[in-house]
């Protein structure tokens, strides 16, 4: 996996959390994770096809999720139902759409698929053989995990 890959979606992240939170952010200490299993109860996964293939995967727990779908709804949501889900695909769109931009700009052909919201409790996806490097970004709002998995083709 090329670290130019990750780096955007990464920024990306960063970039557009300080912006719907509203408060500063910043990025943990990347690891690689041994076994591709993802951790969290609410999952946005995004598919990434083009000169490498894989998954971006924003993992989290419930309290942040609601905490981060009430700062960009402007109101408080109770749960991640309905709209709370929509808001929460939104966010990987301006995320995904963000490094997308970045990557293609660099010469780097790669398209995204929509992204899929997950949430259930102790929820787990496994992406067997695949590197996967993991970075937890840190905001008030509680840590959000970007989890990059791709291979080269």
Same mark, same amino acid.
């Given at each position: 996996m090329r670290f130019e890959y990750i780096e955007p979606f990464v920024n990306s992240t960063k970039n557009v959390l300080k912006g &719907? +939170?509203?408060? %500063? *952010?910043?990025? @943990?200490? =990347?690891?690689? &994770? %041994? !076994? !591709?299993?993802?951790? @969290?109860? *609410? $999952?946005?996964?995004?598919? &990434? /096809? @083009?000169?490498? %293939? @894989?998954? *971006?995967i924003l993992s989290m727990d419930s309290p942040t999720a609601v905490n981060v779908c009430s700062a960009m709804s402007g109101a408080p949501c109770a749960s991640l139902t309905g709209e709370?889900?929509?808001? $929460? /695909?939104? +966010?990987?769109? $301006?995320? =995904? !759409?963000?490094?997308?931009? &970045? +990557?293609?700009?660099? !010469?780097?052909?790669? =398209? $995204?698929?929509?992204?899929? *919201?997950? /949430? /259930? =409790?102790q929820l787990r996806e496994k992406t067997a053989g695949v590197e996967m490097v993991r970075i937890p970004i840190r905001s008030s709002h509680g840590e959000i995990f970007v989890n990059v998995a791709m291979r080269t083709n």
């Open positions: &719907v +939170l509203r408060s %500063e *952010v910043a990025s @943990g200490r =990347t690891s690689l &994770v %041994e !076994g !591709g299993v993802i951790n @969290g109860e *609410v $999952m946005i996964i995004v598919h &990434v /096809a @083009g000169e490498s %293939e @894989g998954s *971006v709370g889900l929509d808001i $929460m /695909a939104e +966010l990987a769109n $301006m995320i =995904t !759409g963000n490094a997308t931009s &970045v +990557l293609n700009d660099l !010469g780097y052909d790669f =398209t $995204m698929s929509p992204p899929i *919201v997950l /949430a /259930a =409790t």
